[in-house]
C-alpha cells in the first residue's frame, strides 16, 4: 500500500474511532476532529517518506490510546461522575492475589 493510501486510511480510522470514543458527547466530538483535521493539514506537505511513515505510526498510536484508554464520564451530581465504558474495553479482570505463588 503507498503512503498516500496509508495516510488516508489513518485519518478515516482517526476520525471512526473519535465517534465511537466520544459518541454523546458533541463538545468532544467537534474538538478531536478539529485537532485530527488540523494535525493533517499541519504535515499536508511533508515529503520526506522516513518522516510520514514517523507520523503514521504516531497516528496509529494516538489512535490505539483513544480505541482502548479512553472512558466517557457524565456528570451526575456535584461531586459524581457516572463512568461509561464501552463493550470493548470490558475484559476479564484477573483478582488480586496476597500470597502469590512460586513458578516451579
Do not use: W
Not at 503514521?56 to 461531586?79: A, F, P, W
Request: with cysteine; net charge positive; hydrophobic share 35%.
Amino acid at each position: 500500500m503507498g503512503q498516500a493510501a496509508k495516510v488516508l486510511q489513518l485519518f478515516k480510522t482517526l476520525h471512526r474511532t473519535r465517534q465511537q470514543v466520544f459518541k454523546n458527547d458533541a463538545r468532544a466530538l467537534e474538538a478531536a476532529r478539529i485537532k485530527i483535521n488540523e494535525e493533517f493539514k499541519c504535515n499536508k506537505s511533508e515529503t520526506s517518506p522516513k518522516k510520514i511513515e514517523e507520523l503514521i505510526k504516531i497516528g496509529s498510536d494516538v489512535e490505539l490510546i483513544l480505541r482502548t484508554s479512553v472512558i466517557q464520564g457524565i456528570h451526575t451530581d456535584h461531586n459524581t461522575l457516572k463512568l461509561v465504558p464501552r463493550k470493548d474495553l470490558l475484559i476479564e479482570n484477573v483478582p488480586y492475589c496476597d500470597a502469590p505463588t512460586q513458578k516451579q
